[in-house]
């Protein structure tokens, strides 16, 4: 499996042609406590860079961005009953869809993540 990461501070492991969303250890450090998680239905169809799911917490709401186009295979329903899953573990249990990829090229110009670790440096 590959990982990477946007600058929108969401990962993406892909896994042959299904691809695994979720926002990184970074980004739910800064939001602070998650009390409310939104994610996209099954069958929804996401093209790059499209508002994905929504993500609130104490401090700020969040819009999750797709990183490839493709379609929603499933939505992490732990995440609704649970937002605080996105504390816990964001880069694990804590993911928030998954979808098949459109076109898998459209991964090409993320970041891996050491290049994503010196993008967080930086900020």
Known sequence: MSRYFTE???W???D?????VGITEYAQSQLGDIVFVEVPEEGREL???DE???VESVKAASDVYTPASGTVVEGNAELEASPA???EDPEGDGWFFRLTLSDP???EGLM???????FVAKL
């Open 16 to 20: 042959g042609d299904v691809a695994t």
């Open 47 to 49: 093209t790059k860079g």
């Open 105 to 107: 090229s459209e991964l």
């Open 85 to 87: 899953l996105v504390n």
């Open 12 to 14: 993406v492991e892909v």
């Open 8 to 10: 929108e501070h969401e």
């Open 112 to 118: 891996d993540a050491d290049k994503y670790a010196a």
């Open 52 to 54: 994905a799911a929504v």
